[in-house]
């Protein structure tokens, strides 16, 4: 998986058929700009709405509407699932979807027709790192004979079994470490099924009006009725895979995760993200000292490092775990009797001396600034002045110092921030700070003609 975010280079555009309205739909492919995520916009609607890939968009459903939706206000987009299947396994972060109706068109069932205009379009790294959500702990549901685990794991790996009361699908069992190669070979191509016993059953709930033997796989009483066979002798569970990833996008941000399934569809797939939501909300809300170690990384130190120009001995943020652009953040730095301030501050009696704890609670607090500009590297951050500041406890070796920092006042290219710092709890400085953005080059070049 690329660190990097994406989006695509080109404008693309294709005609299609939704596979339930059976309406005529144009859909057109735009790049976003880093830290824009996906989102639906309704073309043929009043306003032409924005509807954001994100669980909380997605209306409660049953399985029997064999679809996922999302919806935001009147403005609804139905059957997103495979689209966004190929958008996450190409990697791509930042996108703009505009169609002009209420569903994705479905051009064979499966991901590959989307696959291919996404690589038509051109993938292209943005100069922002990946924001990968990472499973900590064990989180599950269980619902009516259906599973859903999701495990710590370094990448993301699906896992999935499926059973069905028919002979030529039965139970069938899958698992793949879920790489840019693996999705477009292995779980791409897997189209959508269904039994031929349910397509009346479909049909008389207004469902599948754009089904055809082109766009799903139908399985009769003694095969399956496409002339097209099965493309892999799995073909079903690999679809079931196809689905859950693509339901996994409304997590808004790529996963790091061991997922295990058994029987579930898109309402328990949601579900499960919802659940997976709502930890990590939870997680970044719990910044105890004794706690935030389990909070996931919005930032690691590596992507630290690809926005701030600081390096040892004077980097002094370790994790970024909260933010929100324009707003706030949330910073730790962890100290250690190795910092090499502590060799003569002070000899026999160790403590963090106060203006680097200013200095630390200062790169939070750029790292905010820089997360608003498009290229992060082309920028630095100077810090102009210092108002209010107070410091009421010492820092030692040990302590996990938690720096949070709120916009006061964003003007052009500078800003004013109030941050405090907090060990166990226990607020320990706070000041406000007055910081401006800077070109390098521009800085560069003023240092040469001096």
Known sequence: MTTKQRTIR???SFEGVGLHSGQKVTMTFKPACADQGLRFVRNDLPGRPEIGVDVANAPETREISRRTVLKVEEATVSTVEHVLAAIVGLGIDNLVIELDGPEVAEPD????????LLKKAG?????APKRYLEIKSPVSISKDGIELVALPHHGLRISFTIDFPHPLIGTQYASFEVTEDVFEKQLAPARTFSLVSDVELLKSRGLIKGGSLKNSIVVGDDGILNDEPLRFPDEFVRHKILDLLGDLALLGAPIKGHIIAVKSGHATNIQ???KLRETFDNARKTFSGRHVRDVPSMLSI????EIM????????VDRIVELEKGKRVVGIKNVTIN??????HFPGHPIMPAV?????MAQVGGVLLLSMVENPKEKLVYFMAIDKAKFRKPVFPGDQVRFELEMMKLMLNSCKMKGRAFVDEKLVAEAELLSVLMDREDVRKRGLSR
């Open 272 to 274: 499960l993200v919802r």
């Open 109 to 116: 069932g499966s991901s590959v027709p989307f696959v291919a």
């Open 356 to 360: 680097l704890i200013i200095e630390a």
């Open 10 to 12: 080109e404008i693309i």
């Open 339 to 344: 910092e090499p301030f502590f060799v003569g």
């Open 123 to 127: 993938l292209i790294e943005q100069d």
């Open 309 to 316: 120009p600081h390096r040892y001995p004077f980097l002094l």
């Open 302 to 305: 590596e992507e630290i490092q």
